[in-house]
């Protein structure tokens, strides 16, 4: 689809999945927003992952997808691939849908990087060991989609300053926790240009399919219905939606990569609140800041498991 206004990059796939049937083709999309967006994964709630206010101020338009992952911030240095195909025509286990979507884009970073590229976990593409794209799926209607990013650059400030946070600690400990696992073609010095890099991702998809992708472009009942999902995706209805099937409606923590979250918790000793910001990777505190306390607890829990951090903050004899 080559370089299309944001708000379609999310569209196109999710009519291709609405309309699609039996009989129809699998189909891969590629393409490059024009603009900036933020986009919602579809478990979570608004006002926990992105600030309005801010948003509104910088005149970034947010968007919610029908499938899960996090909360993400996209704009055109980012290359787009969105795999939609038939239910029918891939595995019923979902970790080896996302193996045979992923593995494609692991061996075009490959193909042009001398670099450690790997799929690790179930669905997530590294380099290096950091985290170069953002992953989500699910399935819509008889369509099993998996979509995904490949970073060119990635402007952290901005992305930090939408978040929505229960105070700028937590905003400053993602943040670095973001730059710490982040990494971007840019990074590694890449001069690769988007579009050869996107001939190169569908030359990869061909060789492991082995079948040949045909381009094509969308059909009439696709565009007429693409323009109606423009508008739905973009609804205060839909960005409002609340399913709460997988305790949606509590705040969850915010994901930067493979197994690092940033919490937010609290407790109460001696009639007084402690809360914190914590940055868990592995399960175990890498390194938190507390808020209103005098107390100096950081060496007290960092190391520890999170799950267990209260229970050391309660054996702490103070010694005044």
């Known amino acids: 689809m080559g370089r299309i206004p944001g708000w379609q990059t999310q569209t196109i796939y999710h009519t291709v999945a609405e ?9 891969i999309i590629i393409s490059q927003p024009s603009d900036t967006y933020v986009c919602l994964g579809y478990h979570q709630k608004l006002d926990h992952v ?16 029908k499938v899960g992952g996090g909360g993400t911030y996209l704009d055109s240095n980012q290359l787009f691939y969105q795999c939609v195909f038939h239910q029918s025509r891939v595995p019923k286990d979902s970790k080896k849908v996302y193996e045979q979507m992923l593995t494609p884009v692991v061996n075009t970073l490959k193909h042009f990087f001398d670099v450690k590229a790997e799929l690790k976990g179930s669905h997530e593409v590294e380099i290096n060991g950091k985290r170069i794209a953002g992953i989500g799926g699910g399935q819509i209607g008889d369509a099993s989609i998996v979509v995904g990013n490949i970073l060119f650059d990635f402007d952290f400030e901005t992305m930090a300053s939408m978040w929505s946070v229960p105070n700028e600690q937590f905003r400053e400990i993602a943040n670095q926790a973001m730059k710490d696992h982040i990494i971007t073609l840019d990074d590694i010095g890449s001069v690769v240009p988007m579009d050869k890099f996107a001939n190169q991702l569908i030359e990869e998809y061909e060789t492991y399919f082995n079948r040949k992708l045909n381009p094509g472009g969308m059909t009439i009942d696709e565009i007429e219905r693409a323009g109606e999902m423009g508008a739905y995706l973009r609804s205060d209805s839909f960005l409002n939606y609340m399913d709460d099937t997988n305790g949606s409606s509590h705040r969850k923590p915010l994901k930067i990569a493979r197994d690092v979250f940033i919490h937010y918790d609290n407790m109460e000793m001696d009639g007084e609140e402690i809360a914190g910001s914590f940055r868990v990777e592995n399960g175990k505190i890498h390194s938190v800041k507390f808020e209103k306390t005098d107390l100096k607890l950081e060496s007290v829990v960092v190391g520890k498991k999170f799950e267990n951090w209260k229970e050391f903050i309660q054996k702490l004899e103070i010694i005044v």
């Open 19 to 27: 309309l699609m049937t039996e009989e129809t083709p699998d189909t």
């Open 50 to 65: 992105f600030d309005r206010k801010v948003c509104n101020e910088k005149d970034i338009p947010i968007l919610r997808r």
